[in-house]
């Protein structure tokens, strides 16, 4: 140490410049901690929302005081706050689902804390659900059969009730089947006939002998349908409102009746699987407010498995050319400038290219080519899966381009030149030693895309989603894939809970529920992808001197 140096307790001393930018990297960390934080809360919020909106919730009988009349209500308490009045004075409010749409005209009711006498929990209180109107909140009373009339005093009538519920179940799978399969492949045969009766490709005494064989197997299972449903019309669930109204039930729209306030922790469990079941494997109902979201989750999944089968492929092939081939200068600087810039667009405007491009214009070609019998009503020129399909993947492109050509840079000069040096060509170069090693990266790209591509929903909304679209675009009829069926999405069913339901307050827990599925679906996705890219990593890891 030279003499009259500063002391100093590090082998490395700190230089003023250095000291004076602690502070901005600090300051970087701070933010980045603030984002990941804000990002978890959301997370967790969404996740506790979306579970409670399972949970089996006690239901509670409240009198209520208002301008000297005495009201029962019987529901459960799904919010609380707090309102001043014109005084000034604080008002505690709960909001109470009380169900029972068809009597009430409206499930939910705001209760001033100080109007409520007395909360009880009476054990006969049942939450039944029911394919219209919503859950019911009643006393039960007695199940009518058949074979008579059957009390809650009774010692049958919860077995009798779960019996009535399955039978109920089974009844609706098979009318679903005869009308939703049989009679509609049926009435797809006579379509086809008609269309080829025009054409003149098929003789019109020949069709019109087919189609009186379609006609006799179309009344058949109308019979069939006819009788099952005479199977369940002489039951019903009889039950009491907390006002002393009666209900009554059809078993046919009869779907479920949990005793919330006799059940003990583990039957309470068990219903929370159920109702997650049913709303994993369940086709919506009463305005998306009611039921499942299966076809929206196939849906999703299989826009963004296409999405993906037509975005990598052409966006590898374009990377390829601009790194490996393309002579570097001005012109393809341009180009990675405007695919950049690409990726900045609104997703609205590839909503509307898609639109004019492959729906009016490719969309219309093919059905001047291939289905003009069917002309003027459209067949593939109109939204469809396949168009969202091919709209997203312009849409992610340039995420897949730009981490590809990143990708290929990585790839060390000496695997290249070694591979040059044992007598490859260029092309035998790249696909056999650079596009292995590219792969990981090449995965990260469509990642990213798919991520980004099953959250979009504006573009979609012109393309090809709907609100409701009882077919799915992959079943088990003839040809079995239908690219050209409009689809259900994950975000648009959260638009439309929480912008266009006529119930806004039920909507609420499907908002949460299925913005909490989105998640899973889309991390799932990407975790499928990350272990893909992992493993092609070990297996293709190489290194340079």
Known sequence: MQPGSPKTDTPFATTGR??????????????????????????LLILVKGAWSFWPRRIDLMEVSKNGVI?????????????????????????????????????????????????????????????????????????VTPNGRIDVSSPDFDKTLRQSLADGAKTRGQLLRIERKQIGAISR????????????????????ARNAELQKEFEVLQAEAAKLRAGLAGSSFIGM????????????KLLGAFPANRAGFGERLAEMGHRIWKFLSEDPREANTEGGVFPAIFGTVVMTLVMSLFVTPFGVICAIYLREYAKQGHLVRIVRISVNNLAGVPSIVFGVFGLAFFVYYVGSGIDQALFADKLPTPTYGTPGILWASLTL????????????EEALSAVPRG?????????ASKWQ??????????????????????ARGAGEVAPLMLVGVVKLAPSLPIDGIAPFIHPERKFMHLGFHIYDLGFQSPDAEAAKPMVYATALLLIIVVVTLNLTAILIRNRLKKRFAVSSF
């Open 241 to 252: 409102t907390a006002d002393g109204r009666e209900v009554n039930i059809p078993a046919e």
């Open 71 to 143: 009201e029962k209500v019987a529901g459960y308490v799904t919010q609380e706050s707090e309102r001043r009045d014109a005084e000034g004075v604080l008002h505690k409010e709960i909001q109470v689902f009380r169900g029972n749409r068809d009597l009430s005209g409206e499930a939910f009711k705001f209760i001033d804390r100080a109007d409520i006498l007395k909360t009880s929990r009476p054990e006969s209180l049942l939450l039944v659900e029911r394919l219209e109107y919503g859950p019911a909140i009643v006393h039960g009373v007695a199940l």
């Open 18 to 43: 250095s000291r004076r930018g602690e502070p901005w990297v600090w300051l970087t960390a701070a933010g980045l901690t603030l984002g990941v934080a804000m990002a978890l809360g959301l997370f």
């Open 415 to 423: 695997v290249r030149e070694a591979a040059l040096a044992c007598g």
């Open 189 to 208: 045969e006579m379509e086809a006939l008609s269309r080829a009766e025009r054409s003149g490709t098929v003789a019109a005494q020949t069709a019109a």
């Open 429 to 450: 170069t790249i696909q056999r030693v650079v596009l292995p090693a590219s792969l990981p990266g090449i995965l990260t790209g469509v990642i990213l895309a798919m």
């Open 393 to 404: 993947a312009l849409l992610t492109l340039p995420v897949v381009i730009v981490a590809t």
